[in-house]
């Protein structure tokens, strides 16, 4: 849709934040990466998809490999970033395996790609609450 034809009808806001809750079964990475994209879709950011895409469902995927619970989902979406945050009940931090240090492994190489694919990413942890910590990344749009 034409922004010009769009401003009309949606007014101007500074940051979208979505979230979402997923249970804790193989569907998780699946629906929070349709979810993702759906935002973005929704707000014209078709570059950021694949990367964001891939990111999320790498960050889901091991919550559903290394924890047991529910995993939260929280997109905040501002001119300027793509911030993506997939919380979790364990404390444990994630580990980046390097993939030239084990090259027949099966598994093991998501944070790398998402070391690779964002444009930041981190963990912070010592929550309070429910979830132990967060797992995040962030992207800009291509200039």
Same mark, same amino acid.
């Given at each position: 849709?034409?922004? =010009?034809?769009?401003?009309? !009808?949606?007014?101007?806001? *500074?940051?979208?934040?979505?979230? %979402?809750?997923? +249970?804790?079964?193989? #569907? ?9 994209? =759906?935002?973005?879709?929704? !707000?014209?950011?078709?570059? *950021?998809?694949?990367?964001?895409? %891939?990111?999320? +469902?790498?960050?889901? #995927? ?19 970033? *793509? ?61």
């Amino acid at each position: 849709m034409d922004p =010009a034809r769009r401003a009309a !009808h949606r007014p101007v806001q *500074l940051a979208h934040e979505y979230s %979402l809750f997923a +249970s804790a079964d193989a #569907t998780a990475p699946r629906v929070c990466r349709d979810f993702v994209r =759906a935002v973005l879709f929704t !707000h014209d950011r078709e570059t *950021l998809v694949m990367p964001a895409a %891939l990111c999320t +469902s790498e960050l889901v #995927t091991n919550v559903h490999l290394h924890t047991k619970g529910t995993a939260m989902l929280r997109v905040r979406l501002t001119s300027a970033r *793509l911030h993506v945050s997939v919380f979790d009940e364990s404390p444990d931090p994630p580990v980046v395996v390097h993939p030239a240090a084990s090259v027949a492994a099966c598994w093991g190489r998501g944070l790398a790609l998402v070391a690779e694919m964002a444009d930041a990413w981190g963990v912070a942890g010592e929550r309070t609450g429910r979830f132990a910590k967060e797992v995040w990344f962030e992207l800009a749009p291509a200039t």
